[in-house]
């Protein structure tokens, strides 16, 4: 029997190869390069699973590939890039899945924004913005300060914060250069530190597995930096936090699967940033299995399956708590490697680093997380001293890059969200 994952977040492959195998299923990998797996391949036997080099954006193509798969039982779609397309072809193979225009909601952030206010949870609608001229009706219905962004964006990019006249002039200037992968829009500015749940949700029932931090850049960048799980809530707010994301998930009709829901603490509640209908990206899943001390990709597999997945009710057994530190460059250019990792050894908290640049990509954006050229890990016995770990790591270590050639050259972005 198998299980199609098509494409993968950069980390996690590993851990999904041994949930398949632990329930009796053989996982298959479509992708387009297998070189974005490099670091998770090279540590699992040759045989572990089948990797199948596929156009994964020709749906024609992979349905044809998928009718092909013996034994077909569920497919994976784990990443922003492809869920749209994971849904359609799950939808029209009858495999198990959230119903499409659920997926489709969830990749639209304006959606989801007026979704959420229509059902009281949250303070803020969103805008559509079509550029130089909505101005004063921005002013008026969304207010300062606010945040103009793509629906359908990822990894901080093509963000912009507007906290007065100027910079909104400036923001649409800028953004009338780029090409987005949805509409633009904007919503209130929410202050406050942020955070996001990692949840586990079927039937309609939701369980918080645990928060992560994020520690941003400051404004007005929102680059990702630093990411720490679990969060050590008081109980009782953790309660408040789990019960409010079950309602969150419900009012958009997402009754099932993983999900990974950036939010914002402030003097008013909590406020959703985006919810991600997958496990999150970077090494979170990492940090889930080993602070949460089960492997949480069974989860995946069994829902993939159409089953109710036992990490709903299990208890966790615990393990170290974790943190991790995206590693950048000081200037954009060609990536050459990294200095400083033979200190790693001699550092506690058992800090590794994770590759995601390869010797010779080019690292032109450094505002966003296409700039990391890869991760500092560390453990210890809570999230805040696993950071420490983590940030004493990092600054030992340095991303090294060359000036670009002057004709430039072309990103190579993981397919992860």
């Not at 990702?224 to 679990?230: K, L, Q």
Request: with cysteine; hydrophobic share 45%; net charge negative.
């Amino acid at each position: 029997m198998s299980v199609v994952c098509l494409e993968s977040l950069t980390f996690g492959l590993g851990h999904l190869v041994r949930a398949a195998d632990a329930l009796g299923e053989r996982l298959v990998l479509l992708t387009r390069d297998p070189a974005y797996y490099a670091h998770e391949l090279e540590r699992l036997p040759s045989d572990a699973l089948d990797v199948v080099e596929i156009d994964t954006f020709d749906v024609e193509l992979v349905a044809d590939r998928l009718h092909r798969t013996p034994g077909l039982r569920g497919l994976i779609s784990s990443t922003d890039t492809w869920t749209l397309i994971g849904a359609e072809l799950s939808e029209r193979l009858g495999l198990p899945g959230l119903d499409p225009a659920v997926l489709r909601l969830t990749r639209d952030k304006a959606a989801v924004r007026n979704r959420l206010h229509d059902a009281g949870l949250t303070r803020g609608r969103a805008m559509d913005v079509t550029g130089h001229g909505t101005e004063e009706v921005l002013l008026k219905e969304v207010g300062l300060p606010a945040v103009l962004k793509d629906t359908a964006g990822t990894g901080s990019q093509n963000v912009w914060l507007v906290r007065g006249e100027p910079e909104l002039a400036a923001a649409l200037d800028e953004a009338a250069g780029r090409e987005l992968k949805g509409r633009l829009f904007a919503e209130p500015y929410f202050s406050g530190p942020v955070y996001s749940a990692e949840t586990l949700t079927w039937a309609g029932r939701t369980r918080l597995l645990g928060v992560s931090s994020r520690l941003m850049s400051p404004e007005p960048q929102f680059r990702e930096e630093i990411t720490a799980f679990p969060v050590a809530f008081p109980e009782a707010r953790r309660a408040v936090l789990e019960r409010w994301l079950g309602e969150v998930l419900a009012a958009i009709g997402y009754t099932d699967r993983f999900a990974h829901v950036e939010f914002v603490l402030t003097t008013g509640g909590p406020e959703v940033v985006e919810i991600n209908p997958r496990i999150g990206g970077a090494l979170v899943g990492e940090g889930m299995c080993r602070a949460l001390g089960v492997n949480v990709y069974e989860a995946m597999i069994e829902t993939a399956l159409g089953r109710c997945p036992r990490l709903m009710d299990a208890e966790l057994p615990g393990g170290p708590a974790v943190a991790f530190v995206l590693g950048y460059p000081a200037a954009p250019g060609v990536f050459t490697g990294v200095a400083g990792l033979d200190r790693l050894t001699d550092m506690p908290g058992s800090p590794a680093w994770y590759p995601v640049r390869s010797v010779g990509d080019a690292i032109e954006h450094l505002a966003d997380s296409r700039g990391y050229a890869g991760i500092v890990y560390a453990e210890a016995e809570t999230a805040e001293l696993a950071t420490h770990h983590a940030v004493a790591a990092a600054n030992a270590v340095q991303v090294l890059t060359e000036p670009l050639p002057p004709a430039g050259a072309l990103d190579r972005e993981a397919p992860g969200g």
